[in-house]
């Protein structure tokens, strides 16, 4: 069995934001297509009025997911969106791309996620994009007592509003109560799970909450006190080499360099 555990870090990040880190702590924790999963948690407005002021990106994907609360995206491209609860924001940083997440709330909780995942050299330089997706537009599944909310991907004839995309992204929001899902993964994607809600045992193993599991094909899941909400989350692997500088993810130290040059010369704005 290829299953990994990955344990999150507690941080900071944008303007003193909190947040939980699994995938993207380094190198070693990353899970090719994925850079980075990050989920932020707090009902204490000091840990997230900050928001993510004004930052660049380049050469990746970015999926905000909002669990709980309310904030607006702004970037250079002139797109403007309110994230709330249940919905999600995908940007294609592509050549590069500046913009904001800031709360539009004072208090109560705000709650959710952010994943990056890597684009294929020839296309880390395509033009910037910036798609809203509000939460009715998710595919709603149950399977007994399991809740599946389709993201991204396909899953037994169904297909989410994200596909298409070169990384053949799956993304559920998975509720598990008192019966076992089995989930079939496909043998050429790397998959992992990530329960925000409840412990899961899976294949027998014990992963707690905001715990990273990384895995290959099929799996078999549990919630450990009949009550558990996760992610599921799995990608077609790149197989490129990745150099990171901050917010740019290219192939080479020398395409770094030009998208800090590019970035201090102001090509970022359109």
Known sequence: ????????????????????????????????????????????????????????????????????????????????????????????????IIHSEMPLQENGLMRGFQLWVNLPAHEKMQKPKYRDIKKDEFIDLTEGSTQIKLIAGKYKGH???????????????????????????????????????????????????????KFTKTVSILSRKNKARFLLIGGKPIKESIVQYGPFVMNTKKEIIDAMSDYQKGYFKY
């Open 1 to 96: 069995m290829n299953n990994h555990l990955i344990y999150p870090i507690e941080t900071f990040d944008g303007a003193n934001v909190k947040i939980y880190r699994t995938i993207g702590q380094d190198q070693n924790t990353r899970i090719d297509p994925f850079l980075m999963l990050d989920e932020f948690c707090s009902d204490k407005p000091d840990e997230y009025v900050g928001g993510f002021p004004s930052h660049p990106h380049r050469g990746f994907e970015t999926f905000t997911y909002m669990i709980d609360g309310h904030l607006r995206h702004q970037d250079s491209m002139g797109n403007s969106g309110e994230l709330s609860s249940g919905g999600l924001q995908w940007m294609t940083a592509g050549r590069g």
């Open 159 to 213: 297909t989410g509003p994200i596909s298409g995309l070169t990384t053949e992204l799956e993304y559920f929001d998975i509720n598990i109560s008192k019966e076992n899902f089995k989930f079939h993964g496909k043998a050429n994607k790397n998959y992992f799970i990530y329960p925000f809600e409840g412990d899961l045992v899976v294949d027998g193993e014990l992963v707690p909450k905001r715990t990273g599991m």
